[in-house]
């Protein structure tokens, strides 16, 4: 019963390229986000959303492009791949956006480009 | 602005030992609100405690506990008699207000913990 859970676990990619990291969570929450780990384990937030809306946009290439297709899907692609995007991308949810609330995290997705 | 400082990159500590990672903080609300998460080497990252500003009472959890101190800015965590199962990365993180759905947790840049056997 993974509560937060992410695919592809591992994803080694060639520069240039367009690659996807689904995320899916069953708690019910209505906001989600995306955080970028970089190698030093500085773990930065990305993007959320809550209920299907954009909340927070950080100053990210607009290579990156979340879509929520409902409130338990926050996907995210990544259109021209560079090697300054690998990373450990992590899903994360919480019950609303109100920052009081704990975030469950997915396991992460360890991208490689080459 | 807010941020979250975590002085010490790693440690290492005998299996045992007493450890403390200290969390310094900085904020300009007066409502806001202190986590600490841990990440094991498998990766996961996973809540551990959140105190919020006007609760500054310490709080114990086994063997871990925490210490909250307005006056330092400071949200320390000490684990008592470690063991190798605590060896993880542990990051401390800030938020400020719960008004908006835009509010972020900030993170500190963690602490690598290493039990030794």
């Known amino acids: 019963d993974t509560a937060v859970s992410q695919t592809p676990k591992y994803l080694v990619t060639q520069m240039g390229n367009d690659k996807s990291i689904k995320c899916e969570q069953n708690?019910?929450?209505?906001?989600m986000y995306w955080y970028k780990q970089d190698s030093k384990k500085f773990l930065k937030i990305m993007f959320s959303?809550?209920?299907?809306?954009?909340?927070i946009n950080e100053t990210v290439p607009n290579r990156f492009s979340p879509k929520s297709p409902d409130k338990a899907h926050l996907n995210l692609h990544i259109n021209s791949l560079e090697l300054g995007d690998s990373a450990v991308y992590f899903c994360?949810?919480?019950?609303?956006?109100?920052?009081?609330?704990?975030?469950?995290f997915g396991p992460g997705t360890r991208l490689t480009v080459l | 602005a807010q941020k979250v400082t975590q002085a010490q990159t790693e440690i290492s500590v005998v299996e045992k030992e007493d450890v403390t990672l200290d969390c310094v903080y900085e904020?300009?609300?007066?409502?806001?609100?202190l986590f600490w998460y841990k990440q094991p080497p498998s990766g996961e990252l996973v809540f551990l405690i959140r105190?919020?500003?006007?609760?500054?009472q310490n709080e114990i959890s086994g063997r871990y506990s925490w210490n909250f101190q307005k006056s330092t800015s400071s949200f320390n965590f000490t684990i008592t008699a470690s063991q190798v199962v605590d060896s993880a990365v542990y990051f401390c993180?800030?938020?400020?207000?719960?008004?908006?759905?835009?509010?972020?947790?900030?993170f500190g840049k963690g602490t690598r913990l290493h039990i030794l056997p």
């Open positions: 994360a949810s919480s019950q609303d956006g109100l920052a009081y609330n704990e975030q469950f």
């Open positions: 708690l019910g929450h209505d906001t």
């Open positions: 959303y809550n209920n299907k809306e954009l909340i």
């Open positions: 904020t300009r609300d007066t409502t806001y609100y």
């Open positions: 105190r919020n500003s006007f609760d500054e």
């Open positions: 993180a800030l938020s400020e207000t719960a008004m908006n759905r835009d509010d972020k947790i900030i």
